[in-house]
């Protein structure tokens, strides 16, 4: 198998891994950034973000799970103390040795077999490009022409010293051990987790429920915390006014009784504009990389999205909004004109426990339309058009009191964790046969 087809086959099975949705969207728009061997890259963060639309906090939390995940090496590109540098990416297998070596590793095998009399087979001769830079590195002052390397990032110009690499490759080979595997602490964790949300944990058992969790298989233990709250949910809709202890739900593996359409499966739920169902789907839909086809740009705009600075950046979030997710304009569109909802499917469903109503116009509201503005997700549009009351994704129990606080920053940080806390639980339902991302926990 050549080297392209290999990284080819790194992407397709980190695409099919247990990975969250949102991790591999972020390896997914690393990738963009390696060549087609999966060598060394170092694009910044500003750069995933532009490219990912999602946040700082959740490019660097993604980048920590695909990392520990094992599906990526993370080590620092140039010298402490440098303005410009970055981080050097290299696509990993978390079950196999590196597939696609960096590109400093391939420089050090050739001179090596150089030194042993071997044949060098020898990089490509890298490209001479003119290159304007300010001197002195200051913006706005005289320009210097240099003949640079048309990769300024190459190794060949910032050669990476022995000793950190191997000590790199020797420490993701330690934490790489145990890769594939679910520690028992975590088990433990993700059963906590569950049990709190369960109706009677004030009264209920620990070790009776830790007892029965243990005595399931993996995948049953997935199956019972991915359908509890649809159980206990399908329970009230049959008028059951008292629900098992937990430990009995887990013993007599009773998720297993649920009716189909309970579990979600194979049908779909009619969702009404601005309730909770219409938000899960919307969410959903938005969390997803922006699919929507973008027209061509005028000339005066194509200059203007190649640029830097805030007006650049200011227009791609707009065409992104516009453009990105057109079942999600059409979707608000039909609320606003013609009262129309949408349908959503059943294994969404249980999503609708995630959301709680915010009042339009209110600081709460002026903070999710922040958050939407800074990831260039579409917005409801003017408040005038809008219901009085919208559900969005529900804030912790400890930001809640935020809101009377009614201070804009503390109020974008606590929708922020909303939205992360909807993400990883989006993650779960909808991933209920692999594992849960650890990020969540």
């Known amino acids: 198998m050549n080297d392209g087809r290999r990284a080819w086959s790194w992407r397709q099975a980190f695409s099919k891994s247990d990975l969250a949705p949102t991790t591999k969207h972020v390896l997914h728009t690393l990738a963009l950034f390696m060549n087609e061997m999966g060598e060394s890259c170092y694009p910044s963060i500003d750069q995933l973000i532009e490219h990912s639309s999602l946040s700082k906090n959740a490019i660097m939390k993604h980048l920590e799970v695909a990392r520990d995940a094992g599906w990526v090496s993370i080590s620092q590109h140039g010298f402490k103390g440098q303005r410009w540098k970055r981080k050097d990416y290299v696509a990993r297998w978390p079950e196999r040795k590196l597939d696609a070596p960096s590109l400093t590793e391939r420089i050090v095998n050739t001179a090596e077999s150089e030194e042993e009399g071997g044949a060098c ?108 709250s649809a159980y206990e949910r399908h329970c009230k809709q049959i008028g059951r006014t008292k629900m098992c202890a937990f430990a009995v739900y887990l013993k007599e593996k009773r998720w297993e009784k649920l009716p189909s359409k ?13 309730g909770k169902l219409w938000g899960v789907y919307r969410f959903a839909d938005l969390l997803q990389p922006h699919y929507g086809n973008f027209p061509k740009p005028s000339a005066f705009l194509a200059g203007l999205l190649k640029g830097d600075g805030e007006a650049a950046e200011r227009e791609k979030r707009q065409r992104r909004a516009q453009y990105g997710w057109p079942r999600v304009n059409a979707m608000q569109h039909r609320a606003q004109t013609s009262s129309k909802g949408v349908t959503v499917a059943n294994e ?94």
Do not use: C
């Open 262 to 274: 309970a579990t979600g499966s194979g049908t779909a739920e009619p969702a009404k504009p601005f």
């Open 121 to 228: 087979g020898g990089l490509p001769p890298l490209k001479k490009v003119v290159h304007e830079v300010d001197e002195g590195g200051a913006r706005g002052g005289p320009n210097v022409v240099h003949e640079v390397d048309q990769d300024k990032n190459n190794p060949l110009n910032n050669p990476i010293p022995i000793h950190m690499r191997e000590s790199a490759r020797e420490s993701e080979n330690v934490k790489n051990d145990n890769k594939g595997k679910v520690s028992h602490e975590t088990w433990v964790r993700r059963l906590k987790k569950v049990h709190a949300s369960w109706s009677t944990f004030a009264s209920d058992s620990a070790d009776s429920a830790e007892k029965a969790w243990f005595d399931l298989t993996e995948d049953e233990r997935l199956q019972a915390s991915s359908k509890a």
């Open 348 to 441: 969404l469903v249980p999503l609708a426990d995630e959301f709680s109503q915010v009042k339009v116009g209110s600081e709460l509201w002026k903070a999710w339309e922040k958050l939407h503005e800074e990831r260039g997700w579409p917005w409801f549009g003017v408040d005038r058009d809008l219901p009085e009351w919208v559900y969005m994704p529900k804030l912790d129990g400890t930001d809640v009191g935020l809101i009377d606080d009614n201070k804009p920053e503390a109020l974008l940080g606590a929708v922020k964790r909303a939205l992360e806390n909807f993400e990883a639980v989006h993650g779960q339902i909808i991933n209920t046969t692999t594992a849960t991302q650890e990020a969540a926990e």
